[in-house]
Structure formats: structure tokens, C-alpha cells
């Protein structure tokens, strides 16, 4: 069966240290992996995916992600932290095979930028 | 950048009274989706929309959830008979391709069922 765990419900980071918010899953095929951000009141918003290629892929914000076959992983990553970047954030897989075509999603983890 | 738009931003009913809410999905877009949201926290998927019908539902989307897309533009979710356990913040989200594609989201509609 598929799924994602998002292994902490918090996070918290001082700002301009390097953060990281895990992110594991399980799927019968081959992942699509996705990370959003939700900021309060707002939707979610789109950060970056992995679909194939390069396992360090880089999105907005300066936010940059690493799929990890092996482990079953696709902790979201960031170098300096910012107090603009405390939100909730989300990560979601598609599995593709078969006829799967739900996006999974993790529970989510509050990240916490503290100045 | 186009964006996804829900109105109204803020709905507030009474148990047992029919709500519609509304979504204007970006214009190229293929995909449509209901998503809510209980206090901020899991992401609960609703239904998904394609080629003018449902392509998957959860089984929250029961016969109290339906779902039109009425001119090619607007696309909404209707709650037939609302009940105190549907207050929640519904998104909706639509994406060009199923699989490979990002989906985006409106910025969501509070509905508080008194």
C-alpha cells in the first residue's frame, strides 16, 4: 500500500542554520515525489518534485530536496534558514504503477524559524 | 503567474442547510480536485474531476458531496445537507497532467457549520 510519514510534527531551526524536514515513503512502483508549503490562511503552495534524473532537485525558495532510493526518502533542505520560511509543510508521492493516480500525503511538519 | 481562485473566502451555515462553494481552476488546466483541511492540520483528499466526471473519490465524498463543473470555467462542490463535523477550510486545486504534474491550490474557503 502506499504512503508517506512525515516522522516529526515540529521542527525547529535558528534562523541561518541549515534546516531539514524528512520525509519517507512507500510505494509498489516507481515514486513522483512532491513538497508543498502552506503559510497561514493560505492554500498550499507548490516547492518542487522528483519524477526521474538527478536525485537532488531544487525548487523555490531555495529549497532543494534529495530522493534516496535505498532509503525510501525525500527530506526537503534548505542551507541558511529564514524566520519567513516557518510554515507548515507537506510532502506527497504518486505512485506510478498501475492505475494508482491518488497523491498520498504526509501528516505534515511545522517548521519554526526562530530569529 | 494564473492562479487557482475560490470564493467565497469565508462561509458560515446552518447544520442542515446546503452550501455551494466555488472554484475557478487555472484556464489550461486539466485536473480538478476538492481538498479540505480540519484545523490546519492533514490534508484530506475529497474528490478528483476529469473530462466532466469524478475519476476518484475518498470515502468522505458521500451522497451529501457532489460536484459540477457548470460552464467550462467554474468548477464547485456542493454539501447537500451541511453538518457541524463539515466545518473545515475546502481547497481546491487543479493540475495541467495527472501524474507528473504539481497541483495548485486556491487559497480556500472557511466553512463554519453553527
Known sequence: AQSVAQPEDQVNVAEGNPLTVKCTYSVSGNPYLFWYVQYPNRGLQFLLKYITGDNLVKGSYGFEAEFNKSQTSFHLKKPSALVSDSALYFCAVRDDAGNNRKLIWGLGTSLAVNP | EPEVTQTPSHQVTQMGQEVILRCVPISNHLYFYWYRQ????????????????????????????????????????????????????????????????????GNGTRLTVT
Do not use: W
Not at chain 2, 60 to 84: A, H, M, Y
Open chain 2, 38 to 105: 480540519i484545523l490546519g492540520q492533514k490534508v484530506e483528499f475529497l474528490v478528483s474531476f476529469y473530462n466532466n466526471e469524478i475519476s476518484e473519490k475518498s470515502e468522505i465524498f458521500d451522497d451529501q458531496f457532489s460536484v459540477e463543473r457548470p460552464d467550462g470555467s467554474n468548477f464547485t462542490l456542493k454539501i447537500r445537507s451541511t453538518k457541524l463535523e463539515d466545518s473545515a477550510m475546502y481547497f481546491c486545486a487543479s493540475s495541467e497532467a495527472l501524474r507528473y504534474s504539481p497541483l495548485h491550490f
